[in-house]
RNA sequence: GUCGGAGUGGCGGAAUGGUAGACGCGAAGGCCUUAAGAGCCUUUGUCAUUAUAUGGCGUGGAGGUUCGAAUCCUCUCUCCGACACCA
C-alpha cells in the first residue's frame, strides 16, 4: 500500500493547479461565471487563525460544488490592508505600517495556499495599495459630484485612545467589541452593557464637535431597506440591517408656545388627545447612562391643539436630541417612559383611547404632516490618522472645496515617520506642509489639501467591483471594466461574518447603488439588459464564528489557534474537514484538539479503498452489492442537497456512513470508487486530486469532473422496515420487501401477527388503525 | 426594555409530525502484535428486573393539540446575540 505523505503530495497539487490555471476563470468571456467571494480579511500580525479557516473554507467547499456543477468559479482573495486595525498594530510593535503590511500579507498568502483553497491568485486586491486606493479617491469624488460628500461641524464619537473620530457602527458595547473596556488612560473598567467603546481598542469613547466628512447614506435609507426583500440573505443579518435603518412613520406636529412653534415627531399621532406635556433633550447628556429619568419644568407652555388647552414642557434627560426633532410629547396613558416620568413629577395623566381619526385631522387642520423618521445617520468617512486613502479635496479661501482632478489621482499616501496619531483632532499629515500647501486646481491660488484619510469601509466598500478587473488592461484606466464587470457581477454567493451586519454590508450596498445610479453597472442606460441590479450581493451567507474555551478568539486572551500546526501534523484536508465536521456552518464551534483524529482516521479509511489494505477486503468480480447501490445514490443525494444548504456537517456524516457500508459490504465496483472520490473532492480537494489522477490514473483535474447525480430507482432499498406501534409507542417491527410495504391489508396483517404486538393488543380489536406507507403501522387500543 | 437565536448522552452534534441520540470524539472489551502504536471487530442514554430479554423513564420546566411531539400551540425558566429611554 503507498503512504498518504500530505506534505509532499498537498504542496505538489496546489503548484499543479496554479501553473495550469484552473482556478483562473477567463472573467470576460465565460458564459457560467459563479462568483464566489469571501469577505477579505485584514492582514494582521498573528496571522491567519482557525476561525479565518472555518469561513474560508466553508466558502470554498461551495465554490468547488459549483465548478463541478460546470460553472466557470471566480474566487478571489485579498487584503483589506488599509485602516485602523492594521495601523494600530503596526504602532504596538514600533514599526511603520507601510513595512508591516508587506510582510503579514506575505504570511497570510502562505497560509490561505497551505489551505488548499480555489483561489485565483492572478487577481487579488490590497487595500493599502495606490494601484487601489487611486480608485476610492475617484470613488470619492464621484460621491462628491452627485452631492453625497459634505463636511459639517458634528458631534461625533471620538476615541481618545486611537485618536480619531469613529462611525457610529463603530462605537458598541464591550462585550460586542469582544474587548475589556478601558479609559483613556488604558485603566481597565469593570465591564459594563452601559459603556459604549471603540470597536477596535475597547476604550470608552468621547463625543466631540469636530468638523468632519460625511457620505449622505440617508439619502439611500428607503432603497436600503426596500431592497432587503428582493435579496436572499440570512434573516438575522436582514433583521439587522431593518433595525439600523429603523424606519418610522409618524407626523410631525407643531405646538404653539411662547417661544414660537415647537415641532414634535411622534408615530402615535392617535395619541394627540392624551398628551400631558412637552419633554425636551435640554438635560440629555451625550455618553451618559441615564439610570432615572430626571426633569425640570421649563416655566414654558405650549397649547394643545385639540382642546387649547396649556399644557407644560419640561426639560428632560431621557430624549436624545439626535432623534426625530429632539422634542417628544408626554402621553403617560401610552407610554410607560413618559407615564414613569410623569408620574415623579406629578404631571397630568388623561385617560383616552387612540383616535386613528387624529392622523387625518391632524393633516387637515395643518397641525402638523406626515413624516418618515430614520435610525440611520449620515456615514462619517473621515478619520484623523495617517494609514488609509488622503481624501482628494482641496481647500481654498477663494473657491472653497475643490475636488482633485481625477488625473491626479492618486494622492499619494507620504511616506513620513511621524505618523503617530496626536489627538489634536488632525491627522499627522497635518504636519507636513509638502503635502497639503498646494494650488487651487480652480483659481491657481494658494490652497490647502484635506489632511484625513478615509475610514477603512471605504477601502472595503466596493473591492468586489475590483476583483474581476485586477490584471485587465483597462484596470489602469478605470476602477472596473465594464465588460467585466456586466459578466461577472452581482456576486454569486458572499459568504461572511454575521458580524459586518451593519457596518460593510451596509456600506457596500449603498456604495454599489450610487455607482448603479451612475449607470456605472449593468444599468439599462448603458445599453444593457434592463435587469439592472443594484443589490451587489443577491445571495449572502452569514457563516459563525469559531470560538475557543468558550470565548471568541482574540489575543488578549491568549486563545488564539494557529492552522499551521494542523496543516504540518495532518493535512489540510484533515483540518478542511475537521473544521466543517464540528458543526453547522452558521454555528458557534468550539475548536478542540480532540476529534481531529477521527477526520484523519476516515481520510485514511478513504485512501486504503483506492489503495488496498488487509484491513478492506474488497471481493473479486465487482459488483455494486444492494445495499452499496441506495446507499450510494441516497448519499449522493444528501451531499448534493446539503452543499446547497451549507450543511457540512451532516455532509461529511453521510460521505462517513458510505465509508463504512463499502468496508462492510466490500463489493462495489470501479464505478462506485469514482463517485465517492468526486463526492469528497470539495471538502479534501488535495487527497481526492491524488487519488483521482495517481491511484485511477485519469487526466484531468477531478475538480472540473462533472459532480455525481443520484437516481431515483437506487435511492429505495429492496427490503422496508415497517415500524409497528400501539397508541404510538413503538412495540416492534419487521422487514419486507419494499414493493409489499406500500399495501395497507397486507401490512397491518402482518403486524398483527407479530408476537409482542398481540401481546399488547390483548386480543381486542383495535378502534383504528393509521398506516404510514412504507414506514409504519399503528394500532389504537 | 424591544427584536432575534438556542436549550437533546461524558463531549461536538443528528433527527422539522412517525424507531430520539445519525456521524464523530471519548470510554470499555476483543482480535492482531514479542511489545507498543496503528488497524480491524464488538459494546456504549438512563433505571429496574427473573438480564443475548422485557419493561419504565428520557430532548430546560409545566400544560395543550394529535393515533403519535425534540419537532406544532400556550405559559415559564436559563443562556447567547443584535439594537436600545428611537418617542
Not at 436582514?238 to 404653539?256: D, Y
Not at 426633532?325 to 417612559?337: F, L, Q
Not at 477531478?702 to 437516481?711: A, G, L, S, V, Y
Request: aromatic share 12%; hydrophobic share 35%.
Amino acid at each position: 500500500m503507498k503512504v498518504y505523505n500530505h506534505k509532499k503530495i498537498e504542496k505538489y497539487w496546489q503548484d499543479k493547479w496554479e501553473s495550469d490555471g484552473l482556478y483562473t476563470p477567463d472573467v470576460k468571456n465565460s458564459k457560467k461565471p459563479f462568483y464566489n467571494l469571501w469577505m477579505f480579511p485584514y492582514p494582521s500580525g498573528e496571522g491567519l487563525h482557525a476561525g479565518h479557516a472555518f469561513a474560508s473554507t466553508g466558502s470554498d467547499i461551495y465554490g468547488r460544488f459549483q465548478k463541478m456543477n460546470g460553472m466557470d468559479v471566480f474566487q478571489p482573495f485579498g487584503y483589506d490592508s488599509f485602516g485602523i486595525h492594521a495601523e494600530n498594530y503596526a504602532i504596538k510593535i514600533n514599526e511603520n505600517p507601510r513595512e508591516v503590511i508587506k510582510r503579514t500579507t506575505k504570511n497570510y498568502e502562505r497560509q490561505m495556499r497551505s489551505l488548499g483553497h480555489g483561489y485565483d491568485w492572478s487577481r487579488t486586491v490590497t487595500t493599502s495599495d495606490p494601484d487601489y486606493y487611486k480608485w476610492t479617491q475617484w470613488l470619492f469624488l464621484k460621491m462628491w459630484e452627485r452631492g453625497l460628500a459634505y463636511k459639517k461641524k458634528a458631534a461625533v464619537n471620538f476615541c481618545p485612545s486611537c485618536k480619531t473620530v469613529l462611525a457610529d457602527e463603530q462605537v458598541m458595547t464591550p462585550k460586542a467589541a469582544g474587548k475589556d473596556p478601558k479609559d483613556k488612560n488604558g485603566k481597565v473598567l469593570k465591564n459594563s452593557d452601559d459603556l459604549k467603546v471603540c470597536e477596535r481598542c475597547g476604550t470608552v469613547v468621547e463625543k466631540k464637535n469636530l468638523n468632519q466628512w460625511f457620505f449622505k447614506i440617508t439619502d439611500y435609507a428607503d432603497r436600503l431597506l426596500s431592497g432587503l426583500e428582493k435579496i436572499d440573505w440570512s434573516e438575522r443579518v436582514s433583521i439587522a440591517q431593518r433595525n439600523w435603518i429603523g424606519k418610522s412613520k409618524g407626523m410631525i406636529i407643531k405646538f404653539e408656545s411662547e417661544m414660537g412653534e415647537l415641532e414634535v415627531f411622534t408615530t402615535r399621532p392617535d395619541t394627540l388627545n392624551a398628551v400631558t406635556f412637552l419633554a425636551t433633550s435640554k438635560l440629555y447628556k451625550e455618553g451618559e447612562i441615564i439610570k432615572e429619568k430626571i426633569g425640570k419644568f421649563s416655566g414654558k407652555h405650549v397649547t394643545d391643539p385639540l382642546t387649547g388647552r396649556k399644557i407644560p414642557i419640561w426639560d428632560t434627560n431621557y430624549v436624545a436630541p439626535g432623534y426625530g426633532t429632539g422634542i417628544i410629547m408626554g402621553v403617560p396613558t401610552h407610554d410607560e417612559r413618559d407615564m414613569e416620568f410623569a408620574t415623579k413629577y406629578g404631571i397630568d395623566i388623561v385617560k383616552k383611547d387612540p383616535d386613528k381619526k387624529l392622523w387625518d385631522t391632524i393633516e387637515k387642520k395643518k397641525w402638523g404632516k406626515k413624516h418618515t423618521n430614520f435610525h440611520l445617520r449620515d456615514w462619517l468617512v473621515s478619520r484623523q490618522r495617517y494609514w488609509g486613502a488622503p481624501i482628494p479635496m482641496i481647500n481654498c479661501p477663494k473657491c472653497g472645496w475643490v475636488p482633485v482632478a481625477e488625473a491626479d489621482l492618486p494622492v499619494k499616501l507620504p511616506e513620513i515617520k511621524d505618523y503617530k496619531p496626536e489627538g489634536t483632532g488632525k491627522g499627522p499629515l497635518a504636519n507636513h506642509e509638502e503635502f497639503y500647501k498646494v494650488k487651487c486646481p480652480k483659481c491657481g491660488g494658494g490652497a490647502e489639501r484635506e489632511t484625513d484619510v478615509m475610514d477603512t469601509f471605504v477601502d472595503s466598500s466596493w473591492y468586489f467591483l475590483r476583483y474581476p478587473s485586477v490584471g485587465a488592461e483597462s484596470s489602469k484606466s478605470k476602477a472596473f471594466d465594464p465588460a467585466i464587470t456586466k459578466n461577472m457581477l452581482p456576486v454569486d454567493l458572499y459568504f461572511g461574518g454575521a458580524e459586518h451586519s451593519v457596518l460593510h454590508l451596509m456600506y457596500a450596498r449603498f456604495v454599489n447603488m450610487v455607482m448603479y445610479d451612475l449607470g456605472l453597472l449593468d444599468h439599462p442606460a448603458q445599453g444593457g439588459p434592463a435587469s439592472g441590479w443594484d443589490e451587489p450581493f443577491p445571495k449572502f451567507f452569514a457563516h459563525g464564528l469559531m470560538i475557543k474555551d468558550g470565548a471568541k478568539m482574540s489575543k488578549s486572551r491568549g486563545n488564539v489557534v494557529n492552522p499551521d500546526k494542523y496543516v504540518e501534523k495532518y493535512g489540510a484536508d484533515t483540518l478542511r474537514l475537521y473544521l466543517m465536521f464540528m458543526g453547522p456552518m452558521d454555528g458557534y464551534p468550539d475548536f478542540r484538539d480532540s476529534g481531529i483524529e477521527g477526520m484523519d482516521r476516515f481520510l485514511r479509511r478513504v485512501w486504503k479503498i483506492f489503495t488496498g489494505n488487509r484491513d478492506i477486503h474488497i471481493k473479486p468480480n465487482q459488483v455494486d452489492s444492494p445495499k452499496v447501490l441506495s446507499k450510494l445514490h441516497q448519499t449522493i443525494q444528501k451531499v448534493t442537497k446539503d452543499i446547497q444548504e451549507f450543511k457540512y456537517n451532516t455532509a461529511i456524516a453521510s460521505l462517513m456512513e458510505l465509508v463504512n457500508v463499502l468496508y462492510k459490504e466490500g463489493k462495489f465496483t470501479n464505478t462506485t470508487k469514482e463517485v465517492l472520490v468526486k463526492l469528497i473532492a470539495p471538502f479534501a480537494p488535495h487527497m481526492a486530486e491524488e487519488i483521482w489522477q495517481e491511484v485511477l490514473d485519469q487526466s484531468d483535474s477531478i475538480h472540473i469532473q462533472t459532480w455525481p447525480k443520484w437516481k431515483e430507482e437506487y435511492l429505495k432499498e429492496r427490503e422496508a422496515i415497517i415500524i409497528v406501534q400501539v397508541n404510538g409507542k413503538f412495540r416492534g417491527q419487521f422487514v419486507v420487501d419494499a414493493k409489499e410495504s406500500t399495501d395497507q391489508k397486507k401490512m397491518v396483517s402482518i403486524a398483527k401477527r407479530d408476537k409482542k404486538v398481540a401481546k399488547w393488543l390483548k386480543g381486542a380489536k383495535p378502534k383504528k388503525e393509521i398506516f404510514i406507507a412504507g414506514k409504519l403501522v399503528n394500532f389504537v387500543v
